[in-house]
T-cell receptor, first 112, second 113 residues
Framework: SAVISQKPSRDICQRGTSLTIQCQVDSQVTMMFWYRQQPGQSLTLIATANQGSEATYESGFVIDKFPISRPNLTFSTLTVSNMSPEDSSIYLC?????????FGPGTRLTVT | QQQVKQSPQSLIVQKGGISIINCAYENTAFDYFPWYQQFPGKGPALLIAIRPDVSEKKEGRFTISFNKSAKQFSLHIMDSQPGDSATYFCAASLGGSQGNLIFGKGTKLSVKP
């Protein structure tokens, strides 16, 4: 299956700033997903990012707050904009490959 | 209709025992049911997945049992080991593995030596 890396692995950010998270895959994949996992909680889908088209956002998530880029078949970025402490979470990208959905290691974000 | 309900929230099993985690869903259109294992500080790892045309799937010590009429599926871990101690998530999606995964709330498994 695809090997997925994310940068940064963790960060501590000030309220009101923005952070861009990178997701790199070692093979070309059509579908990439961004999830959020709040502390001690389950995973919630933020958006689906397919190359060559606009990201599709789930209810409760908007492009102004979580802009996504998907410039090619191996890379995507998620930006968390104008952060508040409520945005403190683990952000994970995943890809569909070989009939399964596989996750990256996650980016642990703390907003102070 | 989009929820996946997972139980128990936590589970303690002795080494060598069988761990059983259950999930229930409402949306009969779901067509893909994976299980993930997550260790602290790591991303979820895909363990095993099943589609609704199959009642059981086994991979090593891990088995999914699927009951379409009851809208339930479960994960069985045979011969549980301390290294299996992790949080397990069930999920369901429309559109197979390309669909948006709806996750259960997770089960924290502790296997005692």
């Amino acid at each position: 299956s695809a090997v997925i890396s994310q940068k940064p692995s963790r960060d501590i950010c000030q309220r009101g700033t923005s952070l861009t998270i990178q997701c790199q895959v070692d093979s070309q994949v059509t579908m990439m997903f961004w999830y959020r996992q709040q502390p001690g909680q389950s995973l919630t889908l933020i958006a689906t990012a397919n190359q060559g088209s606009e990201a599709t956002y789930e209810s409760g998530f908007v492009i102004d707050k979580f802009p996504i880029s998907r410039p090619n078949l191996t890379f995507s970025t998620l930006t968390v904009s104008n952060m508040s402490p409520e945005d403190s979470s683990i952000y994970l990208c995943s890809v569909e490959d070989l009939g399964g959905q596989y996750f990256g290691p996650g980016t642990r974000l703390t907003v102070t | 209709q989009q929820q996946v309900k997972q139980s128990p929230q936590s589970l303690i099993v002795q080494k060598g025992g069988i761990s059983i985690i259950n999930c229930a869903y409402e949306n009969t259109a779901f067509d893909y049911f994976p299980w993930y294992q997550q260790f602290p500080g790591k991303g979820p790892a895909l363990l095993i997945a099943i589609r609704p045309d199959v009642s059981e799937k086994k991979e090593g010590r891990f088995t999914i049992s699927f009951n379409k009429s009851a809208k339930q599926f479960s994960l069985h871990i045979m011969d549980s080991q301390p290294g299996d101690s992790a949080t397990y998530f069930c999920a369901a999606s429309l559109g197979g593995s390309q669909g948006n995964l709806i996750f259960g709330k997770g089960t924290k498994l502790s296997v005692k030596p």
